[in-house]
């Protein structure tokens, strides 16, 4: 078995390309005896043939499982300290209506970062109190709109948010809850655009500045100060820079509880999850024990009581019970030369592209593919999967090794798109968002429509299709 020269150092030619990384596909995802693959039961391609390609499908026992893991994991390890722990699921990484109420039936909280996202878990029923509103650069709007409706926290971003929110709370009578979103200058190790907390970045303010800041929310009597609130980033695996964040958050937790109450610590989100079956994620049981470790030494060492404890996790709730599904069009062989001698990469095209995945363009993300309609005992040939836009930037998975008979019809699945795909998703060369598709013990439910070409045409005033006017 030769390897591929161009093959990047991680990915290894598998004996057997049809073989399932179990850790990156959803938990009700396996090959049938026919050679197929099936998610909840039912096969991909008779899914492809009823919903269309590209499709993005979730497995809702699989994303159901993840939020009610972490919110049993945490709840377990910070309640043997006597505190209690909210689970936000993050809205932004995937969220429609079906997907809000899932997460609210097992327990989590839902935090929103516009409002658009807003008025979705409003109209889907959920309780204002259990949504956290967040964002760098909130509108007076999406300010007005959280505090009339009631929301639980709104995490202040900045120092102009103070009085303002202030304004509004009194206007509508009420008393509003916030945190203070702190920039620890912890630099996770992950993708620059994806780490959130180093000093050179938007949001937050510096610990410096927190005490300051704290003072003048303290002295407005329409809010209440509830605690900290702190995202190092995404897509983090290892524990080091939330120990860095915790042991930073917990000093400056202690200063301010000096001048008044501080109930709560929120250490968002950004857990990191596999992508590919050489990553190892940390597993949400791992995670609270180490919180857990973590935030009791620190407040035993600062001889201050335990605060409670907020999570926000999305990538790890939504990423890895969703796929995608895609037909192959065109595929070709480009013979490359390398220090090593000839080699050939294979550019296997399919039916969707960046417009439904912009990751791999936006920070290289790698992500793991499968032949679905079918197995096959060709000698797996190394592909990149590319979409069918208009730039060569346009890949869906850099590397991965398929059977080498891949060809023009099959059906391609790629794992983990679950969060940052659909939430991402474009119009880009006018092509409409793929549909949404819940599978669970064999029932499948479109819970987002894909968009038809009266969408795309609808919203263009100059076209006799758009319902706002004419276009001669
Ligand atoms: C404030 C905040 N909380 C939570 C998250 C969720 O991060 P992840 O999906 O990596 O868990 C994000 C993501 O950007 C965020 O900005």
Known sequence: MTENPLAPAWLRKPGDANELARKVWPADLNRGADGSISLAGIRLSDLAEQFGTPLYLIDEADARSRARGFRVAFEQEFAKLGVRTT?????????????ARWMVAEGLNIDVASRGELALVLAAGIDPERIGLHG???????????????????????????????????????????????????HAHTHEYLATSHDDQKFGVSISEAPALVARIRDCPNLNFRGLHSHIG???????????AISRLMALHAELLADGPVEELNLGGGFGIPYVSTDEA????????????????????????????????????????????YRA?????????????????????VDGGMSDNPRPALYQADYSARLANRSSGSDPVLCRIVGKHCESGDVVVMDEY??????????????AT????????????????PAVVSVRNGVARMIIRGETESDLLGRDCGLDASPLGGGK
């Open 402 to 415: 398929l059977p080498g008979d891949v060809s023009g019809g099959d059906l391609i699945a790629v794992a």
């Open 136 to 186: 760098n650069n909130k509108s007076r709007t999406e300010l007005e709109r959280s505090v009339a409706a009631g929301v639980g926290t709104i995490n202040i971003d900045n120092a102009r948010e103070i009085e303002l929110i202030d304004e509004l709370a009194r206007n509508h009578n009420r008393i509003q809850s916030v945190r203070l979103r702190v920039r620890t200058g912890v």
């Open 87 to 99: 689970v936000y699921y993050a809205a932004k990484a995937f969220l429609c209506s079906d997907f």
């Open 418 to 433: 679950g969060a940052y795909c659909w939430s991402l998703s474009s119009n880009y060369n006018y092509l409409g968002r």
């Open 282 to 325: 940390p597993r949400a049981d791992f995670l609270a024990g180490e919180f857990a470790r973590l935030v009791s030494g620190a407040a035993s060492a600062l001889g201050i009581p335990l605060p409670n404890i907020a999570i926000e996790p999305g990538r790890a709730i939504a990423g890895p019970a969703g796929i995608t599904i």
């Open 234 to 244: 995404s897509q983090i695996f290892g524990i080091e820079g939330f120990a860095e």
């Open 329 to 349: 069009g065109s595929v070709k062989d480009v013979q490359l030369s390398t220090v090593s001698g000839p080699a050939a990469r294979r550019y296997l095209s």
